[in-house]
C-alpha cells in the first residue's frame, strides 16, 4: 500500500495596489463599483493600461458603475471549495453593470439554479464590514436594489493601499518504496545510500535515481553507509517567523562528508553542537532516535533520514584540508 | 514565425496514468526522455539543447523543474532552459536556438502530476491576483462560463459538446495513452448529469499524470537520422488580455492570429491535434484555425482523454509529427493552450515532404 503526506502549502500575499485598484479597492468600502475610462468604453473592474494600446489609463477618469447589473452569462457550483465565495451552491456569473462596457465576474446567490437566467438583473449584497477586497461583495442577489448584510461598519477612514491574500493549496504526496525502505533500515541505525551501476557514484537520501547517467536504482543497488563523517561547510539560520517556521533560536545545518566515500548528506541537524562551535573540518557520528520513536513524515529529514536524527561531535580532533569547504556536492 | 532553418521533429515519446503512484516525477520522465532518444537516432550527449516545462505549483515545491533536469542526463554540463509553460512553448524556444544556429538539436521534455494537489483551483491562481483570483473560480468554473458563452451566442447546443466526446472518446479506444475511452452514443451522453452548467464531466479534461518527450534536429541531421522526418513549416504564439470582461469568450483571437502567422491553411491539412481541454474549446478552435468540415481533428482522443498538465499541448506536437513520420498524414496542425479560457495559443504546422 502506498503511503501519503498530506500537506497544505499557503501563500500570504500582501498586495500593494496602486492608484487605480487602489481606488477600485477603497470605492468598495464605500459601497461603491468604479470603472476607468478608455476611449468610449468603461472598463470594469479597471485597468491602469489601455489594453489595445498599452497607454496609461488617467486614473482621475474613474467613474461609478452598478450598483445593479445583468446576468451576461453563469455556471452553477453544486459543491463550492472551501475557498469559494459561498459556502453553499450558488453561481459564478458575467455580470454586466449598467455603465459598465465589460463583465465583472462575481457570485450570485440565488439558491437554487432554477432561479437563474441569462438577463436576470441582480445587486451587490454588501458586506457589514468592508476592507477594500472583492469580497466585500458577498454576492450579487436578485433585483435592483442593494443590500448590507448585518451592521453597516462604514467606508474604510484612509484610502486602501493594501491587500491581504491568503491562497492555500493541499498535496497528498505519495512516499516513494525507497523512502520507506531507508526508514525502516534507520530503525536498525544503518544509513542506506545507492551505487549507480553504470558510473559506481553512490548516492544518499532515498534519491533513487542516478542524475549523471539517468538510469533508476532499485533495492539491487542499497549500500550501507558509515557513521562517522567531516563537517565540509554549514549555515547558520536565524528563524524568520514564517507560517508553518517552528524554530525560535538561531540554528545549525551542516553538510556532512562520510568517511571513506563521496557521499555529502547536505543540511543535516546537529546534535549537542552549540551553534559557535560549528566550523569547516569539525568530526561528527551520526546520533539515533530510540528505535520505538516515531518519526514525522513531513518533517525536512523525517522523511529521507527516518530515526538519523542530527549529528554529534565525535570528539575527534578537525581535520585540516582546505577543500573541504569546497565539498558539498 | 517562418523558418530561416529546416527544423523536424525526429524522435517523440509519451507516457501517462489516472494517478502514478508509485514513481516520482524524475522517474516518470526517465523513460520517456531514453524513448524519445532512442527513437530519434541520436546519441544524448550529441543533442545541443535540453529544455523543459512545468509547473512547480503541481507539485507545490520551489524550483521542483530542476529536479526534473535529473531525468535528463545533465553531466557532463548541457545547455539547459525550463519554461514554466506547457512544454509546446519549450519546443519553440529550442526551435528558436536551431534558427539562431547555436544548436542543432535539442531535447524538450514536459511532465505534470497534477494527483498530487488539486489542480482546477490550481489554476485559479493564473487568474488576476486582485478581482480574480481571490473569488476561487476554478478552471472548470471559467471554462463553464466560456461555455455558455459560446453556447449562447453561436446557437449550438450541448449537442454539439456531446459529439465532440463521443468522438474523442471512441478515438481514444486506439490510444494506449488515453485514461479515459468509451463507446457510447451521443443520446446516451446526453442522458448523464450536466455537472458544471452547461458542461457534463465527458466534457472535461480527465486528471492525467505523464511526461512527453521530442526530439527536434535541423537539416541534414534530421534526413540523417530519420527516414521521414515531420518538418515544422510554421510555428507562432499569441496571447489575449489577462481580463476576462474584455475578450468575446466565444472565440481565440490569439488562436486565430498564431493560426495565420504559422501558415495552417497554406495548404490541405491531413490531420489536427487540437489542446482542448473542454468540448466547446475544440469547437471554438476549430473556427479560429481555419480547419475544414473534414480535417479529422483528434484523432488520438485529444486531451478530453489523456491530460498530461505541462505535456498535453507537446503531445499534440508528437501525435501529429507520428503521423507524418509513419506515413499516415501529409500535413498537420498541433495546438497548445495556456491559460484561463484558451488565454495563450500555440500553432505549430507540420510536413512530410521535404
Redesign the interface.
Known sequence: M?RFVE?S?V?P?K?S?GPV?GA??TGLTEQRILGIRSGDQV???P?EWD?QTGAELDPDGMVEVGPAGTV???????AP?E???LGHPFA???IRLDGAS??????VDTGA?DALR?GARVAPRWRGSRVG???DIIAFVPGEQPEVDGPDSGPAEAPVTM?D?N?S??????V??VLDRLREASRDQRIIGQRCPVCERVYSGG???C??????LGEEQDVDLPHTGTITNFTIVTPVQYPGQTETEPFARVFVLLDGTDVILPYQPVVELPVGEVRVGKRVAAAWAPPNDDIDDAGAMGGAYGHLIGWIPSGEPDVEDPDLVNRIF | MRSLRDVAVVGFAQDTAVKDRDRNEVEIISPVVREAVERSGLKRRDIGFTISGSCDYLAGGPFTFVSGLDAAGAWPPVKESHVEMDAAWALYEAWVAIQTGDVDSALIYGFGKPSLGDLHEIWTLQTDPYTVATLWPSMVDLAALQADVYLSSSGRSDRDLAEVAVRSLRNAQRNPYAVVSEDVSVDELLGRPVTHRPLRDTDIAPITDGAAAIVIAADDIAKRVCERPAWIRGIEHRVDPQHLGLRDLATAPSAAQAAERAGVNDGAIDVAEIHAQFSHEELILREALGLADGVDVNPSGGPLTSNPVMATGLVRIGEVAGRIMDGRAGRGVAHAAQGPCLQQNLVCVLEGSN
Open positions: 502506498t500537506n502549502i501563500f500575499y498586495r495596489l485598484i477600485f479597492m472598463i470594469v473592474p485597468l489594453p451576461e452569462s453563469w455556471t452553477w457550483v453544486p471549495s475557498q469559494h465565495p459564478f456569473a458575467f465589460t463583465p465583472l465576474l462575481h457570485a439554479p441569462v477586497h472583492i469580497g491587500m491574500y491562497a493549496i493541499t498535496y497528498r504526496n505519495p516513494p518504496p534519491r533513487g535515481y542524475p549523471i547517467d539517468a538510469v533508476e
